[in-house]
């Protein structure tokens, strides 16, 4: 019944998904990077696959792979590129889901040769911000196209954090995980999310499997779209 319905709004539908790390050179064997693994972004391009949508996931560094062959899986690296693929596809899409972990900063400089260790007892990079690839694809939104940001926080005012990341980065949801909650966030198999909407409605759901969290994402897209 519900699964007839949500298949209903979403088949056909376009959909870009970011997910996974983001991979900073610093040199040819060096980068800044972070634990994400791209799972719970998986997740979601398989289960809105499932539900009949045509995903094109942008998918940083991981050893993962969506289980659905017709999910289009387009591999980047680096913040930049993934900035690129990812408006390549916004531009035909009716919802953009933006899960990736993208690093905030990269190297100034990037060498070209592996850099030597030195004699002395300190050295430190300069780092110049990365796009947000979020707040991009959000600005550049048109009246149909649905945008869906996730905001990870390690602090006790989560919630107005997320609140304050939907409305900077002009986003329709935003699916909060907190560290502080066990089981959620990177690196494991379950998370525990709220799902806030830009008019500021709350919908807690408890500790899951991401494969879970993911379907209750889709679930929630499909009613609010429909
Ligand atoms: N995001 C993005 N591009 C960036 C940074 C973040 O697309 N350069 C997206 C993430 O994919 C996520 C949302 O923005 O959907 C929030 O990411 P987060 O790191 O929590 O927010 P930031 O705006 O980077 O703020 P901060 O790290 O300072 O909390
Ligand atoms: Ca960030």
Request: net charge negative.
């Amino acid at each position: 019944e519900q699964n007839t319905s949500v298949c209903e709004v979403l088949r056909g539908k376009r959909v870009v998904i970011t997910a996974g790390p983001t991979y900073e050179e610093i040199d040819p064997v060096r980068f800044i990077g972070n634990h994400s693994t791209g799972l719970m972004g998986i997740e979601i391009a398989d289960a809105l696959s499932r539900a009949g949508a045509q995903v094109d996931l942008v998918l940083g560094p991981s050893h993962l792979k969506p289980q659905c062959s017709n999910v289009i899986v387009h591999s980047v690296k680096s913040a930049l590129e993934m900035l690129d693929e990812a408006e390549k596809y916004f531009e035909s899409a009716d919802i953009a889901i933006m899960s990736a972990a993208v690093a905030d900063y990269r190297p100034k400089l990037v060498s070209s040769e592996k850099i030597k260790r030195e004699k002395t007892t300190e050295m430190s990079i300069e780092l110049v911000a990365n796009p947000d690839i979020a707040a991009t694809l959000g600005q550049k939104k048109s009246a149909g196209q649905f945008v869906v940001g996730f905001a990870l926080e390690t602090a006790k005012n989560a919630v107005e954090e997320a609140k304050r990341k939907i409305v900077s980065k002009n986003l329709d949801a935003i699916v909060l995980n907190t560290l502080a909650d066990e089981g959620a966030g990177f690196g494991g198999t379950t998370n525990k999310v709220t799902i806030i909407e830009k008019n500021g409605v709350q919908h807690p759901y408890p500790l899951k499997s991401k494969r879970q969290v993911a379907e209750d994402l889709v679930s929630f897209i499909a009613e609010t779209l429909k």
